[in-house]
DNA sequence: CTTACATGAAAGTAATACTATCAACGGCAA
DNA sequence: TTGCCGTTGATAGTATTACTTTCATGTAAG
């Protein structure tokens, strides 16, 4: 039935592996929507369970609390992406041409995907946007990063860090350069829609300019002005 | 007695000013305290009163709750940020040098500055870096924003992009760049800090590499290379 | 057939996020 | 001095959150 790819992330984010059971996706499914609608901070698993007609107890059988939950949407998001990136890159030579692809997938990456089913992506994309820097910005952020529970998000930055280094291997900050990177392409995207003075976009073309923004700032960074 | 200068924020961020009464200042003072310690998510009203030797009933006089406070605490710094900026900058003429400057402040804000005392800045700097942007990533930005809680941060990042816009007339982001750059300045010490792989600093010149990195980013999209 | 296991149902607990009431104190005004 | 106001403290109370526990039931696999 459903042919989509696997998505796996860090075992350790969850108790049961929710793509396993009927439930657990419904569990997924249900909470991407209902994480949207009412934001983080209010959801609740005891909200989920009635809105799914299930119970409390059998959600926390799948996750430890809603926190571990939003650790396992983002990086289920980082992940998808990820294999958006390889997929759309892979037979591209030029690291240049490289950069520009994955810069307009970070850029309109809540586009709905064919291969993808059953996950409202539009919503996950908003959580991401919305929550996914809740994820570690914690006090418990190093117990979670020994854990592994980042490891999504490294790996897709270390990815896009790597083409970086291919294009200007002199450049010395390409982890630094390519996070900022991906955390504006989120941040742009909430500014214009919530705080619009904290960008320069134009409604219309939202993610056009935020594309154009982020595309001078990269390469901009990557071929400085001579040092006169 | 305080001869510090007194630092405004949008009154609709309390019930009452904390600045005008003794308890309202140790309520301030003990919850930078607090929250750094444990975190804005462990932190409740009750535990903050029983530090202070006080009720919670009391310190509800002075907020509506914790996100309100913690609006009040960031507003506060963004406030603070902005007239450091300004001292250090009113009589610099050339713009490329202000902007310097202002990147130097941005980076290094956490130092304890003689002017305001009574306030632990580097426990307030850590709450900024971890927690500031809860306070407008939540479900409920759009009433916050229209209340104008939000304020001190956008004309912070006004301020900024002015310098930007006399630097640059033609750059088409400036916003943008001056939010990216600000967010940027938290993010890459937090990483640094805490998930090291998604930046490039090396562990004893943490801030000296987030300037230099940072300039790098600013200068370069300013002065794009010549499209060929 | 029975066993293991996933779920549902119900109840319970500790903490959180408040709100309400009232008494005590201190300052100031008549 | 008396009387009033406003701030704080003390106590209590409520609804919700964030879980945990126990047990019954249905179902799928051996």
């Known amino acids: 039935m459903s042919t989509s790819l696997r998505i796996e992330v860090n075992c350790r984010l969850y108790l049961r592996d929710p793509q396993e059971t009927e439930l657990g996706r419904r569990l997924i499914a249900e909470s991407v929507r209902l994480i949207d609608e009412i934001g983080l901070e209010q959801f609740t698993f ?45 037979n591209v030579p030029a690291a240049a041409r490289r950069l520009r692809l994955i810069l307009e997938i970070l850029t309109r990456a809540h586009r709905d995907d064919p291969t993808t089913t059953e996950l409202d992506e539009a919503a996950l994309y908003r959580i991401v946007v919305r929550e996914s820097s809740k994820a570690y910005l914690t006090h418990e952020v190093d117990e979670d990063n020994q854990a592994g529970l980042f490891r999504e998000y490294k790996y897709l930055v270390a990815d896009i860090a790597r083409v970086v ?13 390519i996070s900022t990177v991906v955390e504006a392409a989120q941040k742009q995207l909430f500014f214009a829609r919530h705080l619009p003075s904290l960008t320069d976009t134009s409604p219309d073309a939202t993610e056009q300019c935020i594309y154009c923004f982020l595309e001078g700032l990269l390469f901009g960074a990557l071929h400085p002005p001579e040092p006169a």
């Open 46 to 90: 005891r909200k989920l369970a009635q809105r799914m007609q299930s119970t409390e107890a059998s959600l926390y059988r799948y996750f430890e609390n809603k926190h571990r939950l939003l650790g396992y949407l983002v990086s289920w998001y980082w992940a998808w992406l990820r294999f958006q990136i390889r997929f759309h890159t892979h």
């Open 165 to 177: 280094q291919e294009l200007s291997p002199a450049y010395a900050y390409p982890h630094a350069l």
